[in-house]
């Protein structure tokens, strides 16, 4: 076979420049260059490189995830730069955890995975009546999330792995009592100040103006009064919502749905238990939560060996203040409503069964399932509404899908007009004039979406008048749109813009009045003179700022304690100036134990926090972890006028 491929070695070449040469002429250069750009480098770790489309696939789906979780999160915060590049710090944080399990030979066992997988209360709704996993329905799951059931367990057999790089250090920190006390008395610390204000606003009269002055602060301030860039632009939107409008159910379909789907449908099960519990105190040793233990297992045995008598117990025996004189009593409840272990049990559970001790946050339980309440099954006609939208929004999902690769391809390979696209797809051409690169507050649609703005704006869009690429603006919604009309930024003169200038240069005076002021009567206060114009006296802390601004409290709470009475100046900017007396430094507030303990408990995750990310940056420094690609530099607000 090699032999005849060296013999017509010079037909096989002409072959394949046959096959090359009309790829370029169809598609162009151009596409080589975007394809080689979907591979390029964003970040490496471990020598092992992190490509761009990787980034996008990632953010993708994250975006999707979160829209999902949250339908009423504003997109334009998903498709931000600051969170495109905060979703590459996780990628690059994911890989940087597994190369480190790798390394560490930090391995998942079967065993191990399959706990987590029936702890997995999306796997535990699919299993049926008998206890066994429907295997169709949980392909279906994970379908949906485009893997089959073994990249799924390998994808969670891999978190699994990489947590194990930071448990070591999460699940052993510890901060003392007496160390923890000592931070969070002094977080926390009281301080009684009286404060003078000048507000810029109060020397607003004093300001006067020339045209002279109007002028001079135009002219060297001519970026503030700018008419920004603009396009008018034609769009096309692709999206499962208008697909929706147009679908057609037949009652069969919408019949045959009811059938499969009745009881899921109809609601979700609750049910009813008792329990006793036994807490274990903030910060008790391990021989004292073994003695606790011990007990429940001494009152499991005794509830055992008499069922009927487990509300009595309950009543004499329990811990829970709200349900103890109830004989243990919680009524109906449904999933979600316990913390996870008590739940898990609860739900296992076969009616008047009493469980094992159960561990909790909140300590040791003893569980008996009194009943157990199956929601109604409701009738066909009084959900059709619901399985319609539900099968409706189904099939819109299914088309979208199916007709995303045509839009995306049509609009990138017929990039001068958007009509062939159009005309495929039965879609309508929308057109908007004055667009900027920045949306504007309160903008909705496909329009204030960051990355279409931005997009609209290079050279390729507005120089050559050429299609963007396909664009995911919102769930389930592409966009590509092209420029019509470009005008580029300008200075708007002064006779238009004279307003604003002149009202941006009083407030900028009067703040500079107010400001001197203040210093001048600080120096004066420091200097000895009588302490009169200032606040009463008020105590304030980061608990309670008493409404003062941060600049204020922050200013009060670093003045330096052992110098009082101490006086401090805080500069507002525009807002003015304000001048600090701190006359008294007072302990914090006293706190009784069970609150003190919550706070040690909460100051220690934070201290094994901070462990475990400087943990981490150690391991960025051995494994050479590298981000490509400059942090976006967030915008600055725009300026009052």
Known sequence: MFDSIRTHKKYLMGFLMILIIPSFVLFGIEGYTRFNESSEAVATVDGQDITKAEWEQAHQQESQRLREAMPTLDARLLDSEGARYATLERLVRQRLLATAASKL??????????????????????????????????????????????????????????????????????????LASVSLDAFFERREIRVARYAATDFVGRVTLTDADIEAFYNANTALFQAPEQVDVEYLVLDAATLQNKVALSEADVRAYYDQNASRLSGTEERRARHILLTVPAGASATDKDAVRARAQALLAQVREKPASFAD???????????????????????????????????????????????????????????????????????????????????????????????????????????????????????????????????????????????????????????????????????????????????????????????????????????????????????????TGLANAVVVSRENAQGLAQPVLNAALRADPKQLPGWVGVDLADQGYAVVKVEKVLPRDKRDAQALAQEVQQYSQWWSSAENEAYVETLKERYKVRILVPEPVAAPAPAPR
């Open 105 to 178: 030979n930090l391995y998942t066992s079967d065993a191990r995975l399959a706990r987590d997988l029936q702890q997995n209360e999306s796997i535990a709704m699919l299993r049926k009546a008998d206890g066994t996993l429907d295997v169709e329905a949980y392909r279906q799951l994970v379908a949906r999330q485009g893997m089959t059931p073994e990249m799924f367990e390998a994808r969670v057999r891999a978190d699994l792995s990489q947590r194990q790089v930071s448990q070591g250090i999460l699940g052993s920190g510890f901060a003392p009592t007496a």
């Open 313 to 531: 117990v309950a009543k004499a025996q329990s811990q829970d203040p709200s349900s103890a004189a109830n004989g243990g009593d919680l009524d109906f409840f449904g999933r979600g409503a316990m913390v996870k272990p008590f739940e898990d049990v609860v739900f296992s559970m076969a009616k008047g069964a009493i469980s094992d001790v159960v561990e909790t946050e909140f300590g040791f339980h003893i569980i008996q399932l009194t009943d157990i309440k199956a929601p109604p099954v409701r009738s066909f006609e009084s959900m059709r509404a619901e399985i319609e939208a539900d099968l409706k929004k189904q099939q819109a999902q299914k088309q979208f899908a199916e007709a995303a690769d045509t839009f995306s391809n049509t609009v990138y390979e017929q990039a001068d007009s958007l009509k062939p696209a159009a005309d495929r797809l039965k879609l309508e051409i929308r057109a908007a004039k004055g667009v900027q690169r920045q949306a504007l507050p309160g903008a909705t649609g496909a329009l204030a979406n960051e990355r279409l703005l931005a997009a609209l704006f290079t050279p390729d869009a507005i120089e050559k008048k050429r299609n963007t690429e396909a664009i995911e603006t919102g769930p389930s919604q592409l966009t590509s749109a092209r420029v019509v009309q470009h005008e580029p930024a300008r200075t708007l003169p002064l006779a238009e813009v004279r307003e604003q200038v002149r009202a941006r240069l009083v407030a900028q005076r009067s703040a500079e009045l107010a400001r001197a002021e203040g210093e001048k009567q600080l120096q004066a206060w420091q200097g000895g003179a009588a302490a």
